[in-house]
Nanobody, 127 residues
Framework: QVQLVESGGGLVQPGGSLRLSCVAT????????IGWFRQAPGKEREGVSC????????YYADSVKGRFTISRDNAKNTFYLQMNSLKPEDTAVYYC????????????????????WGQGTQVTVSS
């Protein structure tokens, strides 16, 4: 059974950092593309970042570029979102997601492209 379990959310002051983790179980992780999404209250789910399964293609939304870093550790079946210089507008529930792909360069921030989702973790940026 495919399962994604997230951790690492919390309350942080503006300018602070958090690292989100997403542990994948039940499948061969290294043939899956990965993505991070977020959803703030009253807003649609937004694609934040993605990474291809062979770890050569990466995308960041303009709102997080230069501040967030996506990474994956296939040996640990885990992927991460390092978030630095956090702003109040980064406050949202963050979701990890994966999809099995043949294309090793596939990298998407469209939520409809993903099949498996984590449970979500709350990130609150406030003083």
């Amino acid at each position: 059974q495919v399962q994604l379990v997230e951790s690492g959310g919390g309350l942080v002051q503006p300018g602070g950092s958090l690292r989100l983790s997403c542990v994948a179980t039940g499948f061969d992780f290294d043939v899956y593309a990965i993505g991070w999404f977020r959803q703030a209250p009253g807003k649609e789910r937004e694609g934040v970042s993605c990474k291809s399964r062979i770890d050569v293609r990466t995308y960041y939304a303009d709102s997080v570029k230069g501040r967030f870093t996506i990474s994956r550790d296939n040996a640990k079946n885990t992927f991460y979102l390092q978030m630095n210089s956090l702003k109040p507008e980064d406050t949202a529930v963050y979701y990890c997601a994966t999809v099995l792909v043949d294309d090793p360069l596939f990298c998407s921030v469209h939520y409809s492209d993903y099949k498996y989702w984590g449970q979500g973790t709350q990130v609150t940026v406030s003083s």
